[in-house]
């Protein structure tokens, strides 16, 4: 996989993230599920349930600004658990952050002076 970032570690795709928009906001996992309408006459149809994804602007405290991401309710409720964006990002495991997360946990790395551990 290549980077757009060129300090940040390359990733393979995480089994957990089979689509892409996944990578581009933090989905904690989430995925597109598949599944049938089955109504009274049980003619089923093929129908998907997409996760509840909603744009918000998150405080970093140690970046010092707002990040604007797309986050699903799920990851929202996890964030608030954590006590705030900084904290999730570095208590949460790597494979439910997609790459913009771990774009933002690396930066949050930097500012904190914590070295990332790269095994080679």
Known sequence: MISM????????RSAGIPFK???QGLF?????Q???NVPHSMKKTRRTWTPNVQTKRL???TLGHHVKLKVTTRAL???DKHGGLDNYLLGVNCFKLGDEGMR???LVKEKKGIAPVLSG
């Open 5 to 12: 970032f060129p300090t940040l570690p390359t990733l393979a």
């Open 21 to 23: 928009r996944a990578s």
């Open 28 to 32: 904690e996992g989430l995925t597109k």
């Open 34 to 36: 598949y599944g049938n």
């Open 59 to 61: 405080f970093s405290e």
């Open 77 to 79: 409720r996890t964030i």
């Open 104 to 106: 933002l946990r690396m």
